[in-house]
């Protein structure tokens, strides 16, 4: 069974450039998360999908950042235009139950913004 | 609101002494608690976790971890450490009782294994 893939590996761009992130979640899992992890610090939530609906986007940053999940399958964050601070890693996670069940993340998107 | 502190950056141990990464946390209603690890340039790996029920818990790798609700505490064990351990750990808590509420996690702590 495949992972959660998340393309690109690395991203590098400058300021006031976009940048579109990518996750293939685990066939069959409805839950989609997206994290970041800023240099040391903690694993901050961003947004949760439940199919294609976002079910809590408490953790979105501010409207630079828009994510999407067409069909209720793969899920793109898009960052336009991204700003310094934007920069770490983007983990994206799946589970098939929101409650209880463990989440299984892909292998990270780093964005570098220069 | 939930949190998580792992009060240690970084945790040195010699290959076969047992090994302590501390967690705490904080939520209202009752947690659910996590271990995840993420070895170099990999995800984050799933390790363990407390819902209910013994308050010792076993997982992957050998680890465990003792839940420790009049402490608040979650801290992963290990009863000889390996040097392939060597990784970042993170320690995460939802508040089950609170409806649809994200994972939190703590900022992680860094494992050496010295051989």
């Known amino acids: 069974e495949a992972g959660v893939t998340q393309f690109p590996s690395h991203s590098v761009i400058e300021k006031g450039q976009t940048v579109t992130l990518r996750c293939d979640p685990i066939s069959g899992h409805d839950n989609l998360y997206w994290y970041r992890r800023v240099m040391g610090k903690e694993i901050k939530f961003l947004l949760h999908?439940?199919?294609?609906?976002?079910?809590?986007e408490s953790g979105m940053p501010n409207n630079r950042f828009l994510a999407e999940r067409t069909g209720g399958t793969y899920s793109t964050l898009k960052v336009q235009p991204a700003e310094l601070e934007d920069s770490g890693v983007y983990f994206c996670?799946?589970?098939?139950?929101?409650?209880?069940?463990?989440?299984?993340f892909g292998e990270g998107s780093r964005l570098t913004v220069l | 609101a939930q949190s998580v502190a792992q009060p240690e950056d970084q945790v040195n141990v010699a290959e076969g002494n047992p090994l302590t990464v501390k967690c705490t946390y904080s939520?209202?209603?009752?947690?659910?608690l996590f271990w995840y690890v993420q070895y170099p340039n990999r995800g984050l790996q799933f390790l363990l976790k407390y819902i209910t029920g013994d308050n010792l818990v076993k997982g992957s790798y050998g680890f465990e971890a003792e839940f420790n609700k009049s402490q608040t505490s979650f801290h992963l064990k290990k009863p000889s450490a390996l040097v392939s351990d060597s990784a970042l750990y993170f320690c995460?808590?939802?508040?089950?009782?609170?409806?649809?509420?994200?994972?939190?996690f703590g900022k992680g702590t860094r494992l050496s294994v010295i051989a």
């Open positions: 939520v209202s209603g009752n947690p659910y």
């Open positions: 996670a799946s589970s098939n139950e929101w409650r209880t069940g463990e989440l299984f």
């Open positions: 995460a808590v939802r508040d089950l009782t609170s409806g649809n509420t994200p994972l939190v």
């Open positions: 999908f439940v199919k294609e609906s976002k079910q809590d």
